[in-house]
């Protein structure tokens, strides 16, 4: 793809089919159903990134304007003031790569800020370099200002504005439907699972972590943090992970656990392992059946 697409960036390539008839070959159904969903965010989140992408446009422009004008200059300086003009312009074009490298050792400007260089020297052949104007300093350190300051509040103003305004999104057609509902990319899977069933889904496997719980020394019916680490560092889950389970899973936030909120973390944790993502709050069907109206 980088000899197809002229850009520096590293662009995102979504793969799925994408058409509304049954798949051919189901085995990748996950795959093109979760970038289906990816592609479906990126569409829908371009209204609300309209501005930033122009800043990002117009930080873009700035910079290959003073690249333009470090060529012209240099090309400018190289010419002859009498004679042997068109020989040199020739000699400037062809080894245009040459200055480009020198450019860019000179100021530190990143190779991806200069314009294409075939089509800049196919640009160069009609011009007349005579015309050329020598480099203006104070009109550099301008933009130079400009990139360093103005563009940084303008940021900040950008990001001020995103929050205080509605969210912008957009809907209707394909993506009716995508998001919520028992056909919702992930509905019913990783800490979805269960959701719509009248039996807590943890407790399908309570009785065996039941049996672990009691081999950790519970003192009235609960378990100590430092117990509880014991047996949860098996998964050999980071801390981080750990920890982020067990602020789900602590559900009285009393430090300990009893055996249905160690059972909860057993749970979690399987869904870690499987390869899902952990939600950021516990999902109301994953609570307890004990604690459901303490939390209420």
């Known amino acids: 793809l980088g000899k197809i697409v002229n850009t520096p960036e590293v662009i995102r390539v979504y793969i799925g089919s994408f058409w509304s008839h049954p798949l051919l070959i189901p085995d990748n159904r996950k795959l093109f159903e979760a970038e289906e969903q990816d592609l479906f965010r990126d569409i829908q989140s371009l209204p609300r990134n309209a501005a930033l992408r122009k800043l990002n446009d117009l930080i873009k422009r700035a910079r290959l304007a003073k690249v333009h004008a470090y060529i012209i200059s240099s090309l400018k300086k190289e010419m002859p003031s ?18 480009y490298g020198r450019i860019e050792r000179e100021h530190q400007i990143s190779p991806g800020d200069f314009p294409n260089l075939k089509r800049m020297q196919d640009q160069l052949q009609a011009q007349d370099f005579s015309k050329f104007q020598p480099l203006k300093s104070k ?12 563009i940084a509040q303008l940021m900040v103003l950008v990001r001020q504005e995103e929050t205080q305004r509605p969210v912008q999104m957009v809907k209707g057609g394909a993506f009716e439907g995508t998001l919520q509902g028992p056909f919702g990319h992930g509905y019913g899977e990783g800490a979805g699972e269960g959701i719509d069933d009248a039996e807590w889904v943890v407790a399908r496997d309570k009785p065996m972590y039941d049996e672990i719980f009691y081999t950790l020394s519970p003192v009235d019916g609960k378990i100590t943090g ?62 307890p059946p004990s604690k459901r109206k303490v939390s209420e």
């Open 226 to 287: 430092a117990n509880a680490k014991k047996e949860m560092v098996r998964s050999k889950l980071p801390n981080s992970v750990l920890g982020k389970i067990w602020k789900l899973a602590d559900i009285d936030k009393d430090g300990m656990l009893d055996d249905e909120e160690f059972a909860l973390a057993n749970h979690l944790i399987k869904v870690k392992l499987e390869g899902h993502e952990l939600p950021s709050e516990l999902p109301a069907h994953l609570l």
């Open 139 to 150: 009109l550099l350190e301008v933009v130079d200002d400009m990139l360093a300051h103005d």
């Open 82 to 99: 009498v004679f042997g003009k068109d020989t040199k312009k020739k000699e400037l074009v062809n080894n245009l790569a040459e200055i």
